[in-house]
């Protein structure tokens, strides 16, 4: 028999206890694209295996399974914040991604550029133009859902952009630099975003800013990353991770690296259907 609903107790990843929201996982499985027949039908079925001390993750594998029954799209966008963590483990695929997202904004980008302060040299994550401005963009991967960028991170980030920030805007030569960024793949504590306030530093997290956050910006562009597809296996994302593609739209640009990979035409235009079903409006 399913536990009641407002006792259940369940483990986040921190393995923090929180009562279970029924609630939010309607509204992620509903973000999915997913119908309401659909999401009542899988809310239904787990509804009757929920115990105490269930952890998030298994709720989640659970849902996630239904949900590729249903049709592997809505699937693949359920999956997003679980493919982000599969970016790393360097952390430099990350970096692609965030600069592929700006490059959908409008933004001529630039990564790993090795820049000039006003004290010491500095690697850059990203540098991106836009609008006659330049910024610079920090990116913190962390490959533990538990793990947050406290105040420590807009910290360091910021005494390295008012070093760069002093000679480059004093060389005369480069666009102004307006902004410093600093963009995770997980969340920021309670401290590093009034921290990121006070000192003018642009934060972007899995869930801020609030309505234009990473997530948000994934989908309302159609930015998924190549590791929400269950139709790529391990060994072919990592090929193309390797060759600096990030976004399945790239893929979808590139159809030819699926024959490098050696995908029959059959599996081609199946991986290729999906790719137009979950990023192209």
Excluded at 58 to 68: F, G, Q, T
Excluded at 197 to 217: F, I, Q, T
Excluded at 247 to 263: I, S, T
Aim: charged fraction near 30%; hydrophobic fraction near 40%.
């Amino acid at each position: 028999m399913a536990a009641s609903e407002k006792q259940l107790q369940i483990v986040k990843s921190s393995g923090e206890k929180a009562v279970f929201s029924f609630d939010k996982l309607r509204a992620s499985l509903k973000k999915s694209g997913a119908g309401d027949e659909v999401v009542d039908g899988i809310l239904d079925k787990i509804r009757e295996e929920l115990y105490q001390g269930i952890s998030t993750r298994e709720v989640y594998n659970r849902a996630y399974a239904l949900l590729k029954k249903e049709q592997g799209v809505y699937a693949s966008k359920y999956k997003l914040k679980k493919a982000l963590y599969e970016l790393g483990p360097t952390g430099f695929p990350f970096e692609r991604f965030i600069a592929a997202v700006l490059s959908y904004s409008g933004y001529k980008t630039k990564v790993g550029a090795v820049v000039r302060g006003h004290c010491v040299h500095h690697e850059v994550d990203v540098l991106a133009e836009k609008n006659g401005q330049a910024i610079m963009v920090e990116c913190k991967f962390h490959g533990d859902a538990a793990r947050k960028c406290d105040v420590k991170v807009p910290l360091y980030i910021h005494s390295r952009y008012q070093d760069i920030k002093i000679q480059w805007n004093g060389d005369g030569t480069k666009l102004p630099l307006a902004a410093g960024w600093v963009a995770t793949n997980t969340q920021f504590t309670s401290d590093a975003i009034d921290y990121g306030r006070c000192v003018g530093l642009y934060l972007l997290s899995w869930d801020y800013p609030a309505n234009d956050a990473l997530k948000d910006r994934i989908d309302r562009l159609g930015l998924y990353p190549l590791t929400v597809s269950d139709l790529l296996s391990a060994r072919e994302k990592e090929y193309l991770l390797g060759r600096d593609v990030v976004l399945l739209r790239q893929l979808y640009k590139e159809p030819h690296l699926l024959d490098h990979m050696g995908a029959s035409e059959g599996r081609k235009r199946k991986i290729l259907k999906e790719i137009k079903a979950l990023c192209i409006p």
